[in-house]
């Protein structure tokens, strides 16, 4: 199962379990994916750029990507960031990825990458590198690349690359951009690529109501991603962002720079999903302060969901 | 009335109204001031580091500065922005400012400044350069001005400058700087200076929560700062974060860079605050989309407003 | 006398003259001048993006130009940098400039236009402003500006904007850069401007050997400039890169970020040109290693020149 | 051998040689480290960050490691560079390298560590990772980190990690920090640690004359930094100026951002070094422009030299 431009739905950024000892944790790796299929996820995305893969060896890299895959074992589609200095390396994770069952892959430019006929040009070699039958994800996350990108250069990408199926948008501000892409490309006949947002999802009805398709974001429940996409779907864009708004302080607690990801895991670790919070060294750990302001928000989030008539 | 370490509650920034054609609006000038203290705010701050202060000739400046002084006439205080290239160009801002009855000033650090020791000497000049009677705002906003500051700095800051009554905290993720700014007061017996929050208030029951004495920040319904704050120094925590939390979706939407202040101006108008919501070129507008998009979310909050007993 | 695409010769980026006190000192604007031009430059450009500019009030940076302007009194082409946040200071400043005789005006992009559509809208909306009559130089220094432009972006606006006639290149690396643009034009039949290269000269023989025509930069020997220019249209190309290379050691030392300013003031008023080396604070002093350190340089420089048969 | 606060000279930066295809060119390893060997160097250092490190594999990495030190056998100090994003990944990469005989390690900040409080912090977790047995460089290279460092907090390092014994000195402008920290060191009767200067040895006179001990950068030119820290430490420091300026055209050339590793490697390449100029995709390519550029600069290079009575 390959994605495709006709992907739709969330796919989910998982984060990567670690021992209290920093090592690799397998088995939190097997119940993590259960909590994601159980919140009704349509994929996932592994080895991500907010994640920890920076931090992980070429060797555990793989060893997470294919217990991930066993365990999915095509339940969901998975993405794999491949992102890497070296378009070698790049491509054989790539490869490596495909072979074990992904369904695609993402690619994030870099900060040398700063003029768009360099972006153009590091695409080119990409895709070239990857082969035409592997299907790839762009990540506009200029925030953290330092390498922005215009509507006008993303169509270029488009026309000249027909494995590119899929943008990952999580550029800020980022609403014109959608309305753009999708303003142009009905007007120019142009192939009509899919759109997941990231961003922790902090404007995702926004996005949905000028044309995305779904989200490619962390969000420590993702069963709301969900939920809110399956609502907005069947045309209940009200109660959809009903739902949202319940869950918005903790979506903007979680989108806190650096600190985010120690927020996630801390609630992954509640919820049951893995054994321990641990960030790999060097990486925050939530204080005393942290923690308690988390437990607040949750209870504040869950007594708000059950006023809806909802459980969390 | 000049601000000291004991000043608490909304100090709002305050946009420039621009008529159509670009003209600094003196009518909206006065119009927003009694909008602005309509709403409680307890003071506010113009010329600041995210308006258009920098769009403005030094003679528009003062002229801006002497219209809301004189609009105001004492019933609020006004910090005045007075960050400049050229310290001598800020001292002599800062000292107009004063002599027509502002409460302090504020002034960045920028890019430059790229060691603490940078910092301690600049600000050590900035001291030195305006005497020891203007009460200073330090604003700490490293997003935009590339200079970090650790609460180590920020300490040796406070010993060693009296003046320095206040700090406008952005940074972010911030939330463990303003414990860290209060514990180390407290275990030092070091003189606890004001800390008003900027950033939209997109965290401000959190940093209420963690010791910090109001906020400065130019959400274009300052009477809900003023009102949580109000709860909040009531004892009502829950009944604050209630509130906050419906406005919250807004309070997200006008956080996105750049596009925020076109959608402020714009609430600003429809409130009736302002002539026009134009920005000095270059700056971006609103288009259709944003428009609706903008109507419909003040729709959804005046109606969770009312469901919660509240009007808008 | 307008700049135009013919434009060709040394444009010396000229300092700005202050006295101990931090006044504008208009004398040594005066001298200052007398000197540029005693070493022969074809022009000169004032209030530019490394100068001091910023640290000027509105109405001294009038003062300033109306000096240079009257005492160059027609001698040298006087462009003047207009960068500005806001659009109608930059047009207003400009039309100032013009009306005082100046030859052209120069405009950089700022950080926020991190797209080449962004650049490309920008720039239409200054000529807009300037009106087609005001020649317009693009400053192309990314390292400063963060708004790095490719050589296809730049031939967009070069055929939209006839008024744009020369590009000031300092971006780094830079060399495939003029190869590109001149590569380009002569291919696609483009209007060919004129290049004047920046960043101290670092790379001169080898931009001259590439096409650019000229240089535009403070470095404060700019006979060397002048000389090396002469001798490469005389076809001389081995004796200007001789000449250029005796004095390359002080060119290196002169491009210290930040520092460099300071050092080329030093020498200016050790040449008599200005009457003190002051900087406008905040801004850095040399301290007694860096004044002997500059005076042994200047030392082997001129035995070296000496050496060749040459006086400096 | 392990390096100390004793250890003087020049340590190259070494360039990691492949073939043709990508693959790591072992050969060329050993050739090249012959060729710095006879080039007289007193050490070199490896998978540095200006280097291709990050796009080689963990694997290859330790191969590489291997074969240099293998190759050395002793003859010279080798140190390696280990930062990663994951302190484990530091770690045991570091373990690893001393295992094999190197002489010490390097590690750079990263871009997250914009405050110096948590400078201190992370080199203080790199310590206890590392073990207090292994002889630590401390990078200083804030162009590409983006961390820059004071004196201050430079001599906080020194003070509590007496395995810090080196600095790699580049941050630029420099040369007021060197003295900085040579005055600092005597006046408090702090340990002196070696400094090493990077940015292709650009001031490299001058940062002689002010203190440092030696340089550790790539120019392909080793025999020149060497020549040149011989006769500063006979006491001929004019007759080692007059070496280098010989040598500055080229290494300004080589010190162009990005292009300047391909000139690198290919210099080392024309002088039998190593088998292929290429570097990993995604990297630059010398055009044919760039190579008749070299060549020209290489030939005036040996004119010089033989003016002066050298031979290249």
Do not use: W
């Not at 509640?270 to 302060?289: M, T, V």
Request: hydrophobic share 45%; glycine share 10%; proline share 6%.
């Amino acid at each position: 199962m390959h994605i495709s431009e006709d992907t739709r739905g969330v796919y989910v950024i998982a984060a990567t379990p670690f021992a209290e000892d920093g090592a690799l944790d397998l088995a939190s790796t097997d119940s993590l994916v259960d909590f994601y299929l159980g919140c009704g996820v349509h994929g996932m995305t592994i080895l991500g750029i907010m994640g920890e893969a920076p931090k992980l060896t070429a060797e555990e890299s793989v060893t997470f990507l294919t217990r991930v895959l066993a365990r999915v074992d095509g339940r969901a589609g998975v993405i794999v960031g491949v992102s890497n200095p070296g378009l070698d390396n790049l491509a054989s994770l790539a490869k490596t990825a495909m072979d074990k069952g992904a369904a695609g892959v993402m690619v994030a430019p870099f900060p040398g990458l700063n003029t768009e006929a360099k972006l153009i040009n590091y695409y080119a070699q990409v895709c070239a590198a990857l082969g035409p039958d592997i299907p790839l994800v762009y990540q506009d996350y200029p925030q953290t690349t330092s390498a922005p990108v215009s509507v006008e250069t993303l169509n270029i990408l488009i026309d000249r690359h027909p494995q590119l199926v899929m943008l990952k948008h999580e550029d800020s501000p980022g609403l014109a951009k959608i309305t753009g892409l999708r303003k142009t490309a009905e007007q120019d006949g142009r192939r009509r690529i899919s759109i997941l947002v990231g961003n922790g999802g902090i404007h995702y009805p926004q996005e949905l109501a000028r044309g995305v398709d779904g989200a490619m974001t962390g969000f420590a429940y993702p069963e709301m991603l969900v939920q809110v996409y399956d609502l907005f779907a069947a045309g209940k864009a009200e109660a959809a962002e009903d739902l949202f708004d319940a869950y918005l302080p903790l979506v903007r607690h979680e989108l806190q720079p650096g600190l985010g990801l120690a927020i996630r895991k801390e609630v992954l670790r509640r919820r049951g999903a893995i054994a321990s919070a641990k960030l790999r060294a060097p990486g925050p750990k939530l204080s005393p302060e942290d923690q308690a302001e988390l437990t607040h928000l949750v209870e504040r989030m869950e007594s708000r969901l059950s006023t809806l008539g909802l459980a969390a």
